[in-house]
């Protein structure tokens, strides 16, 4: 709505996870590069964690942009709310495994004979599996057992389990130790420095055509990221309201009044809100 006022080619802060907007944060690369170290060197299980928001899922993506690259087959699975059932359904389907994807034992079969395959070749395959934490035990166990096929080379199949900090709780639990002490490795995604936040907008900024953005005045990038607390999906939020309010007001530059409408109409909760409030 506002790209043509303010010259931009693309939307800036969309919020879906499109590696095309990647901004490069030391805890970003840090993540990917540990995912794709330990699928390439056949760790068997390992996990990303990170509260709502803070860029789990665009991880994902770029590491099966790096898979395809990379002629590594992988299966995606993204919805928790499965049964076993459905679950070799999306492996057999995600993995073209020449059986009946209805049958367990058949998908299993082909799977092992696919890995075996790929293990002879010294290649590898993966599982990613995001909302990891609303999957039932009974999933979770199932992946579990494919984790424990290997050869004397490593894994057979590399399995990422992506999922908010419940992930970490739910694997501390009893029932999970066998899981929990399979995982290899552990990647973790915090919310952003006050630095990182106005480099994150300026690089999505500079993506979508605008270079030295002048849209978000140095006060106004550190005030938002207090109030978003520094998590990308709510900095996406903000940021795209108050390009909107900007745009409507025909004003290039954003000011904290828009800021307090903003975070007004998306209800943020930040600090100074409550003492507000409890000052009201
Ligand atoms: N490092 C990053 N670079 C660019 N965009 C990011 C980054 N981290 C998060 N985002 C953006 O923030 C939003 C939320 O990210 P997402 O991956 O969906 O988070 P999660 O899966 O952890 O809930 C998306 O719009 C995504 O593009
Ligand atoms: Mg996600």
């Given at each position: ?32 590069a ?11 299980f ?8 803070t ?32 679950f ?17 034992t ?13 293990a002879?070749?010294n ?7 995001d909302?990891?934490?609303?999957l ?6 199932e ?12 894994k ?9 900090p ?17 995982i290899a ?30 849209v978000?005045?140095a006060?106004?990038?550190?005030e ?10 709510v ?20 000011t ?13 909760d ?11």
């Amino acid at each position: 709505m506002y790209k043509a006022f303010f010259g931009l080619i693309s939307n800036p802060f969309n919020l879906s996870p499109d590696p095309a907007f990647l901004f490069r944060s030391p805890q970003h690369e840090e993540a990917l590069a540990n995912l794709i170290y330990g699928v390439q060197s056949r760790k068997g299980f390992i996990a990303l964690t990170g509260e709502v928001g803070t860029g789990k899922t665009t991880m994902l993506e770029c590491l099966r942009d790096h898979l395809d690259a990379h002629q590594t087959p992988f299966a995606f699975v993204f919805n928790s709310r499965l049964t076993p059932e459905q679950f070799f359904e999306m492996v057999a389907y995600d993995f073209e495994l020449p059986c009946s994807r209805t049958s367990k034992t058949e998908v299993l079969f082909a799977l092992n004979a696919m890995l075996l395959d790929r293990a002879n070749q010294n290649r590898t395959a993966a599982l990613i599996v995001d909302e990891a934490h609303n999957l039932d035990w009974n999933v979770l166990e199932e992946i579990r057992l494919l984790g424990n096929l290997e050869n004397r080379r490593g894994k057979l199949l590399q399995i990422i389990l992506s999922g908010q900090p419940e992930l970490d709780r739910k694997l501390e639990q009893s029932e999970y130790r066998q899981l929990r002490q399979r995982i290899a490795l552990r990647c973790r995604l915090r919310a952003f420095t006050a630095s990182e936040t106005s480099q994150y907008i300026a690089t999505r900024l500079s993506r979508a055509g605008l270079r030295d953005q002048k849209v978000f005045p140095a006060d106004i990038l550190l005030e938002i990221h207090r109030r978003t607390e520094g998590i990308p999906r709510v900095i996406n939020s903000v940021c795209d309201n108050m390009m909107l309010t900007a745009f409507a007001m025909e004003r290039r530059v954003t000011t904290l009044e828009m800021l307090d409408e903003v975070s007004n109409d998306l209800q943020l909760d930040y600090p100074t809100s409550r003492i507000a409030e409890l000052r009201a």
